[in-house]
C-alpha cells in the first residue's frame, strides 16, 4: 500500500498525503485509489421530513447516522478547477463500477 506516513490532514480530513515520491506516471494515481477503495468514507445523513403548512424556521436539523463508502472517488491536481454541478450531472449517468472520466490530452476528453 502507502506506507506508514499515510496521513490526512485539514480541518476536515479530507486532504490525503501518500509516501510516495512525485510523479507524473508512476504509481501516484493506483496508489491513491487503492487507498480509496479500501479506506474512503463519507458521513451519511438523515433529513427528515418536513410536513406540508409546517413552519420552515423550525425545520429539523440532519440526523448523521454513522459513514458509508462513497459511490465515486474524484482525484485531481491543486490547480484544477471543478465545476461541481457539471461533475453531479454527469456522474448521475455514468456507470456505477470502474467509471473513468479524464483528460487524455488537452484537446480530446473521455467518457
Known sequence: MCGPSLQLTAAFDDILLLDIPENMNSGKTHAFFSWAAENATVPRWEYPVVEDGADQKSKPSPVW????APQYVVKADDDSF????ELERRLRVAPRTKA???C????EMLW
Do not use: D, H, N, R
Open 100 to 102: 473513468y472520466w479524464g
Open 82 to 85: 471543478i465545476m461541481l454541478g
Open 65 to 68: 447516522t454513522g459513514e458509508a
Open 104 to 107: 487524455e490530452s488537452c484537446v
